[in-house]
C-alpha cells in the first residue's frame, strides 16, 4: 500500500465505514483542497479501478494504491458534514496512559487505629508502635474495600503492622488475594517518641514538635530515624514493588509519613508537603525505572463526599 494508504488507514477512525462504502455515492461530495469534486462511483471508474459494478470492500486497497485516498477521505468527509459533524482530523487532548511496563501503585493509608494512653503505650514490633485499627477505622477499612473491589489489582501488600493488615483485610477478602509483606514501608521511627508518645508531644505543642514542623524533619525527635535514612529506605521498597510487578496494579496499605515521602521524592518537593493525607485515603503513584508521576493525593471520595479541609493528624 502507498504512504498515502497507510496514512488515511491510520489518521481516520471512521476507516471500517468505509469498507462498507456506504452510500448514496452518486451524489457529489465536497472533498476538501486537492481532492475530487465528483462522487465517489464515478472517481473510482476514472481510476481505472472499478468499471460498470459497485465498488466492493475488495477494491478499497487498489484504490488506496492508486491515489484513490483522496476519493474515500472525501466521502468520509461528505458524511460527517451530513450527520452535522467538523470535517477533517480531529486532535483531542491526549489522556494520561501509564507507559508500557509501568508500575501503579495505589497507596492507602490505613484506616484510623486505637487512641493513645500514656498510662497504656502501644506494644512495639521492632521498636515501631502497633496499635488495632479503632472502631471508626474498621469502618474505613470497609469503605475502602468498596471502592477498590471493582478495580483490577494484581497484589495487595501491608507491613506487618496490625493497622495496615486489618485495614488491607476487607479488600483481601473481596478480591480472594492474600496481602505480602515489605516492611521497608513501615511507618518512620520516631525513637523516643514511639509507643503513642509522639501523638501527646504533637497535641501539646511540644518545642521539639513544632521545631519538627518547622524544619520538616522527623528526626529532630530524639532517637529518631535520620532523614536520609529514611528517604532511602522509602524509595527502596517503592523501587522492589515495581520491579516486582512491571505493568500491574498494586494496593499498599501504609502510613501518612510513608505517603509523604514517596511523593515528595516523586515531586522533588518539600519533605513534608504531602504529610496529612486521611485514614484510609488513597494516592496514585506511576512508576517507571527512576521516572515517578504523581497522579492522585488524599483521594477520599469513598470516606465523605465533603471537601477536606484539613490535613489528618501526622500518626
Known sequence: MS????????????????????????????????????????????????????PEPADLPDVLERGGAHVVVGHLLGIRRAKGQRAGIEYRQAQFRPPPGAAELLLIRHG???PAYMDAPFPLVDGHGDPELAAEGRDQAERVAGRL????????????????????APLARRLGLTPRVEAGLREVYLGEWEGGLFRKMVAEGHPVAQRMLAEERWDVIPGAEPAAAFAERVREAIERLAAAHPGGR?????????????L????????????????????????????????????????????????????
Do not use: M
Request: charged residues 20%; neutral net charge; glycine residues 10%.
Open 112 to 114: 484510623e487505629s486505637q
Open 149 to 168: 473491589s471493582a478495580e483490577h489489582i494484581d497484589a495487595l501488600y501491608v507491613n506487618g503492622l496490625r493497622r495496615t493488615v486489618q485495614t488491607a
Open 264 to 315: 515528595a521524592l516523586a515531586s522533588g518537593s518539600r519533605p513534608f508537603a504531602f504529610i496529612g493525607a486521611d485514614n484510609g485515603s488513597i494516592s496514585h503513584l506511576v512508576v517507571t525505572g527512576r521516572e515517578w508521576v504523581i497522579r492522585r493525593f488524599n483521594d477520599t471520595a469513598h470516606l465523605d463526599s465533603a471537601f477536606t479541609r484539613a490535613a489528618a493528624p501526622l500518626t
Open 3 to 54: 504512504s498515502s494508504g497507510r496514512k488515511f488507514a491510520s489518521e481516520y477512525s471512521d476507516f471500517p465505514s468505509a469498507l462498507a462504502w456506504p452510500c448514496p455515492y452518486f451524489e457529489p461530495v465536497e472533498q476538501g483542497a486537492g481532492c475530487l469534486r465528483d462522487g465517489v462511483n464515478g472517481a473510482v471508474e476514472r481510476l481505472g479501478v472499478v468499471r460498470g459494478r459497485r
Open 250 to 262: 498494586l494496593a499498599v496499605f501504609t502510613h501518612g509519613g510513608i505517603i509523604g515521602q514517596v
